[in-house]
């Protein structure tokens, strides 16, 4: 039995769920993060979003972003005790049309366009070959409207399987009256964590270096916000249908 998150991009299982998944590998449990937009992008030049992006995060050209995320991927699951996949899907900012235009020029934070309709298809059959019966899939609940969370989140659902639904961090912060609407009907379940899950938690969260600076809307330290989170129910809730 594999406990397996699925992550839109590099950080978003281990912002989420970084305390829960060293619990779990701590526990003797095999878990791993299945990263859906790791893909690395076409040649070429690169949208407004794209270059403004590249520009926060310091992290140069496309390739070279992509490649610094998978280090810093690598070196996030370690701390938690994950092992990761990475699918070779594009990330919003990089995805084109048949014609060679971005499909997000201007936003990441919008309903998937049309030219994306057979997206979320391609990757549950991309997931579904990599499965086993007894695997345990935790899904995003797409909280804030990132359209690459929305397009996994469709994308898990159509897998037929049952899920668990985690709460995306840090949007859950950003956007703190967005969680109630997003899991009514559904069942939570909380998993107690220790603090050593949380300081292995924030390790991890820490090694995503080049996202730091454009994660959090108030100017926060991380770890100050991943302990007020924590320190809510000193754990973390997974939420599942009835």
């Given at each position: 039995m594999r406990w397996i998150y699925l992550s839109p991009h590099f950080d978003d299982a281990v912002l989420s769920c970084g305390g829960l998944i060293h619990s779990q590998s701590r526990q003797g449990q095999v878990?791993?993060?299945?990263?859906?937009?790791?893909g690395d992008p076409h040649p070429g030049p690169r949208s407004e979003v794209a270059l403004k992006?590249?520009?926060l995060w310091g992290t140069g050209d496309g390739a070279a972003t992509i490649a610094l995320r998978k280090e810093e991927d690598q070196a996030a699951a370690g701390c938690v005790g994950a092992d990761v996949v990475h699918f070779d899907f594009a990330d919003c900012i990089y995805r084109r049309g048949p014609g060679g235009a971005y499909l997000y020029p201007e936003s990441v934070f919008v309903p998937p366009v049309p030219a994306d309709a057979d997206l979320p298809a391609r990757i549950a059959g991309a997931i579904e070959s990599e499965l086993l019966?007894?695997?345990i899939l935790v899904c995003p609940l797409a909280l804030g409207g990132h359209v690459d969370h929305i397009v996994a989140r469709q994308a898990i659902e159509c897998l037929g399987r049952p899920l668990r639904y985690y709460a995306d961090f840090p949007y859950l912060v950003n956007y703190p009256d967005a969680l109630a609407p997003a899991v009514a009907g559904l069942q939570a379940e909380l998993f107690p964590l220790s603090e050593d899950d949380l300081r292995l938690w924030q390790a991890g969260v820490a090694a995503y270096a080049?996202?730091?600076s454009s994660l959090l809307r108030e100017p926060a330290p991380m770890d100050d916000v991943l302990r007020a989170?924590?320190?809510?129910r000193q754990g973390i809730c997974l939420w599942q249908a009835g």
């Open positions: 878990v791993e993060i299945w990263t859906i937009f790791a992006i590249h520009a019966p007894g695997d080049s996202q730091i989170y924590w320190q809510q």
